[in-house]
């Protein structure tokens, strides 16, 4: 399984951000008998105890700065997904010719197992556990993590054991990620987002399809054919192309009535039926068709992914049905963290929705909110740091009721404004970081306040 490791004990390695992924690949290295420096600009007392056992493994750290020699000595820089790749340190190591390469990259080389790859704006998390719990169900032992979940280091460190790899990976992880090459590789769609850290949309998109980038003429590339951009590259990918589509009826995976027909060249045809499927809405059968396509392509029997489709449930915070109050519906779809998510989540209703969005801006267009809210009714109720941005863009196109300091002031004009059939609805297309420390606490505090309502 372990393709390779350190050529030799005593190389030096910077690592980049002490994050989760940061840590376990600092563990993993001492482990390999790497000189091993740490650097993160937080200081000591905002990791509350975390760095104790790297400090014992004989981790060197460099906290509250970074020290540009630490950059331009190394053999080796390691960068968590979350650090900008153009601060100046970086640029040193650059022009002395270092390596620079991500967590998920180094750990990667050190695996000798067929890899499933899930990028995308929206939906990885829920199509990498699908792929994972069709692939489990076949009676095979996949590791399932990468962005989510277990850093694949961890797992290293762990002495984790599987047959195959199914990792959910970000932009910011394909661009530290220059030789990954996955045997199936997934673009699920390309929305606006992080446009806080690209130059411009171009640059993302590129960033997105570079997954495909090093692929061989025998690997798998999953497109969506229904997404614009999507098909406007795939020309350009040197794989074998398979193609997700709602309408499309060349596509090699197409809804057909209430089922998918899917056909790969070299594999049995056949229908899944999507009656019993738990995962409801548009988004969701995106998300299907495209795990489904990833799982027989690697071999995966129709039984288990009929199976996993019927009894595979979805994520806390992903347009998840909280309460009924008073005849208003609660949805927690936290984890919306950019235009595009929010627009799916808006799909899946047929009915007035409230709508609670904000959070720290990624600076791209909220118009497209205000084309899906067009007709629907309902209001948005705009809150943090960037509800400003929100309210400018959206006061003369939508009902905005006004802007709020926090969610919690929003949520509660939200509930004074909904009437009995309506929607309130947490898809805040922004990053929670503004004043929660992850969506997931930010979801946590949305049920919080939906359970504390008085019958």
């Known amino acids: 399984m372990f393709a390779s490791s350190l050529d030799k004990s005593g190389v030096k390695v910077l690592v980049v951000g002490l994050g989760v992924s940061g840590r376990a690949v600092c563990a993993l290295l001492r482990t390999q008998g790497a000189e091993v420096v740490a650097t993160d600009i937080r200081d000591r007392a905002a990791f509350n105890g975390a760095l104790d056992s790297l400090e014992k493994a004989g981790c060197k750290l460099r906290l509250g700065r970074h020290l540009v020699e630490d950059f331009t000595q190394a053999d080796t820089i390691i960068v968590s997904p979350g650090i900008p790749l153009d601060i100046e340190p970086l640029e040193a190591a650059r022009r002395m010719g270092r390596e620079i390469i991500g967590e998920m ?105 570079s997954i495909f980038g090093r692929q061989l003429p025998g690997d798998y590339a999953i497109v969506n054919g229904d997404d614009p951009l999507c098909r406007e590259r795939i020309s350009q990918i040197p794989g ?99 235009t595009g998510a929010v627009v799916k989540a808006l799909e899946g209703f047929d009915r007035p929705v409230n709508l609670l969005l904000g959070g720290r801006d990624k600076l791209g267009s909220y118009d497209p909110i205000a084309r899906a809210l067009e007709g629907r009714g309902g209001a948005v109720l705009a809150y943090g740091e960037a509800g400003p941005r929100i309210y400018e863009q959206l006061r003369e196109k939508i009902r905005v009721a006004r802007l709020f300091p926090d969610l919690g002031s929003a949520f509660a004009e939200a509930v004074r404004l909904a009437s009995p059939g309506e929607v309130i609805l947490l898809s805040p297309a922004c990053s929670s970081f503004d004043q929660y420390e992850s969506y997931s606490q930010r979801g946590d505090h949305f049920k919080k306040l939906v359970a504390e309502l008085e019958d």
Not at 139 to 161: C, E, H, Y
């Open 105 to 209: 990259e180094w750990a990667w080389r050190r695996v000798d197992l067929p890899v499933i790859g899930v990028t995308g704006t929206n939906g990885k998390t829920t199509t990498t556990a699908l792929i994972g719990k069709m692939v489990e169900l076949a009676g095979r032992m996949p590791f399932v993590g990468g962005n989510i979940g277990t850093p694949l280091s961890q797992w290293l460190a762990d002495g984790g054991k599987a047959d195959l790899l199914v990792l959910e990976i970000s932009s910011f992880q394909l661009d530290t990620a220059p030789g990954f090459r996955p045997d199936a590789a997934i673009v699920l769609n390309v929305t606006e987002d992080h446009l806080d850290r690209y130059e411009n949309f171009r640059a993302y998109i590129d960033s997105k399809f």
């Open 240 to 338: 074998k192309v398979l193609i997700f589509s709602t309408s499309d009826p060349s596509a090699n995976a197409r809804v057909v009535g209430d089922s998918i027909r899917l056909t790969i060249p070299g594999r049995e045809a056949f229908d899944l039926d999507l009656s019993g499927a738990k995962l409801k809405g548009a988004h969701n059968r995106e998300n299907i068709m495209a795990a489904a396509l990833a799982a027989s392509a690697m071999g995966v029997p129709q039984s288990a992914i009929r199976e996993a489709v019927d009894t595979f449930g979805g994520f806390s915070h992903r347009v998840e049905w909280v309460r009924t109050w008073r005849g208003i519906d609660f949805y927690d779809d936290s984890k919306g963290t950019n």
